[in-house]
C-alpha cells in the first residue's frame, strides 16, 4: 500500500465514522428497554450478518470456511459470543458513558497481552508507562458512581465492561494473525453467524421476546446496530484503509470514546461528571502513548486489518 495523503474529505469520514461507533453504546443502551441482553445481540447480528454478507458477495469474496479454518470458527466465535454477552449485560446494569469509556480502553489490554503473543509487539518502558496512565483511568472510570436512574447495578456493569473489554482484546490479537493469511471479512462474518443459535436459545430460554411494547425507535437502534455498525463502518473502514495505514487511522479512533460521551449526554440525558472525563482522559492519553511508540514493527505488519467496528462488538 502506498500511503496517500489525507484530505479533508477523508479525514471528514474518518470522524464520522469515529462518531457512528461512539453513538453503538448509546444506540445498545437504548435498545435494552425494549429488547433483552440476549434477544437484543441476536436481532443486531442477524441485521448485521446480512449487510456484511451481502457486500462481502458484492465483492466476490467467498466466505464459506475451508477444513483449515473451522477450529479458528469456533474458538472466534466463542470468544465473540462470550465478549458480547457480557457487553450486554454489562451496558444494562452501568451507565452508557461509563460504558463507552471502560469498552474503548480495549487497546491497553491488546498490548498487555499482545507482550505475551509471538505475534505481537513486546512492552518497552515507555509503552509501559502508557499502559499505566491508561489503567489508572480505567481504574477510576470503574469506581466512579453513574446515577442510579441509569445504573441499576454500576459496579457489576462497570466489571463487565472491563471483561468485555478484556475478551475484545484476545479478539483482536487473534483476527490480526487470521487476517495475514485471509480476507478480513471472513472472520467477521465468520463470529456473527456463529453466535447466533447461542444467541437465539439463551434468548428463547431466558428471557422474554420484550419488556414493552415495541415502537419503531429501539427496532431503530437494533438496526444502526446491526447495518450502520456492522455494514455502513465496515465498508467505510476497510475503504479507507486501502489508501492510508491503521496507524495513520488510529487517531481517529482516539475520538470514540469521547463522542459517546457526548452523545450518551444528548440523546439519553445521562449526567457527565467531570471524574468521568478525566478517566477517560487518562485512557485516551494512555492509549496515545501506547499506540505512537509502536509505529516499527519487527515485524511486517498484514496486508490489512479488519475495521475495528467489525471486531469491536
Known amino acids: 500500500m502506498n500511503p496517500q495523503a489525507m484530505t479533508a474529505a ?30 437484543s445481540a441476536f436481532w443486531r447480528f442477524l441485521s448485521g450478518a446480512v449487510a456484511v454478507i451481502v457486500w462481502a458477495k458484492l465483492q466476490g469474496v467467498r466466505l464459506w470456511p475451508d477444513r483449515r479454518d473451522w477450529r479458528a470458527v469456533v474458538l ?29 480502553s480495549h487497546p491497553v489490554f491488546t498490548n498487555l497481552q499482545g507482550h505475551f503473543a509471538d505475534s505481537e509487539e513486546k512492552l518497552n518502558g515507555r509503552r509501559l508507562f502508557g499502559l499505566a496512565l491508561a489503567f489508572g483511568g480505567i481504574c477510576w472510570v470503574a469506581a466512579g458512581k453513574p446515577s442510579v436512574a441509569k445504573a441499576p447495578l454500576p459496579i457489576w456493569g462497570n ?9 475484545l482484546a484476545l479478539r483482536v490479537i487473534y483476527t490480526r494473525r487470521l487476517v495475514q493469511s485471509t480476507h478480513p471479512t471472513r472472520p467477521v462474518v465468520w463470529q ?13 430460554v431466558l428471557e422474554p421476546p420484550t419488556l414493552q411494547p415495541v415502537r419503531w425507535e429501539p427496532v431503530a437502534a437494533i438496526l444502526y446496530q446491526g447495518v450502520v455498525i456492522a455494514g455502513f463502518c465496515f465498508v467505510a473502514w476497510t475503504t479507507l484503509l486501502r489508501s492510508f495505514s491503521a496507524s495513520t487511522l ?58 475495528p467496528g467489525a471486531v469491536r462488538g
Open 10 to 39: 477523508t479525514a471528514a469520514l474518518g470522524l464520522f465514522v469515529s462518531m457512528l461507533w461512539g453513538g453503538n453504546v448509546i444506540a445498545l443502551k437504548y435498545g435494552l428497554d425494549t429488547f433483552p441482553p440476549l434477544w
Open 192 to 204: 456473527m453467524v456463529f453466535s447466533l443459535p447461542f444467541f437465539l436459545g439463551g434468548a428463547w
Open 76 to 104: 472466534l466465535g466463542v470468544l465473540f459470543t462470550l465478549q458480547i454477552t457480557c457487553l450486554n449485560f454489562g451496558v444494562g446494569w452501568t451507565s452508557a458513558a461509563f460504558a463507552v469509556v471502560l469498552l474503548n
Open 159 to 167: 466489571v463487565l465492561m472491563i471483561v468485555s473489554a478484556n475478551l
Open 250 to 307: 488510529s487517531m481517529f479512533a482516539f475520538t470514540v470514546p469521547f463522542f459517546g460521551v457526548l452523545l450518551s449526554a444528548v440523546v439519553l440525558d445521562e449526567a457527565i461528571p467531570p471524574s468521568l472525563l478525566l478517566g477517560a482522559l487518562l485512557v485516551t492519553a494512555g492509549i496515545v502513548i501506547v499506540t505512537r511508540s509502536a509505529q516499527a514493527p519487527a515485524r511486517k505488519p498484514p496486508k490489512e486489518s479488519p475495521a
